[in-house]
T-cell receptor
């Protein structure tokens, strides 16, 4: 069973700080990684994708990937109260068709005023 | 923008009823998925489909079936609803892949909160 692990939190950070969300995965051959944001009572929304080792930046968000360590992270700079949500890490399975993703259980982020 | 529409936002059904959850996407996506989401368990894949009339079991297919007669529509069927199927059901779709075959992320529908009493 392929696994994607996240700390459930809650992770509390003050407004304006950097929030760091982490994810590890078990399938060493995985090539594609995604971060989703889910507000309470809403469905997940794709915010970042990353396929190569290193950093990928998009506005206040930076995704970091280290395939050797099987580790992917999401940094949120200048955190805002509107960033308070659950963040889901998802990993594309290497085998099989249909673009199947395995999701972590999510990390709850709380940005405090 | 890709739109994934789930027919009902809230649904209450009785034990033993046959339940149909409908999902329609408007971007000609090949792949469609049904997940359920429960507190502490995260998103669990029930079934997915990568083409019309094609379906594959996910991690928790027991008690469910699916139908994909048209590319844009993917239906989840609870053959005989039970209380342990009370959950949030999420439909998602994605394209086949972008440049270099890199897979696209999913677009989710707004979800159906099903309560079985």
């Amino acid at each position: 069973q392929k696994e994607v692990e996240q700390n459930s939190g809650p992770l509390s950070v003050p407004e304006g700080a950097i929030a760091s969300l982490n994810c590890t995965y078990s399938d060493r051959g995985s090539q594609s990684f995604f971060w989703y944001r889910q507000y309470s009572g809403k469905s997940p929304e794709l915010i970042m994708s990353i396929y190569s080792n290193g950093d990928k930046e998009d506005g206040r968000f930076t995704a970091q990937l280290n395939k050797a360590s099987q580790y992917v992270s999401l940094l949120i700079r200048d955190s805002q109260p509107s960033d308070s949500a659950t963040y889901l890490c998802a990993v594309r399975e290497l085998t099989g068709g249909g673009n199947k993703l395995t999701f972590g259980t999510g990390t709850q982020l709380k940005v405090e005023l | 923008d890709v739109k994934v529409t789930q027919s009902s936002r809230y649904l209450v059904k009785r034990t033993g009823e046959k339940v149909f959850l409908e999902c329609v996407q408007d971007m000609d996506h090949e792949n469609m998925f049904w997940y359920r989401q429960d507190p502490g368990l995260g998103l669990r894949l029930i079934y997915f489909s990568y083409d019309v009339k094609m379906k594959e079991k996910g991690d928790i297919p027991e008690g469910y079936s699916v139908s994909r007669e048209k590319k844009e529509r993917f239906s989840l069927i609870l053959e005989s609803a039970s209380t342990n199927q009370t959950s949030m059901y999420l439909c998602a779709s994605s394209g086949r892949g972008g440049d270099g075959g890199r897979p696209y992320g999913y677009t989710f529908g707004s979800g159906t909160r099903l309560t079985v009493v």
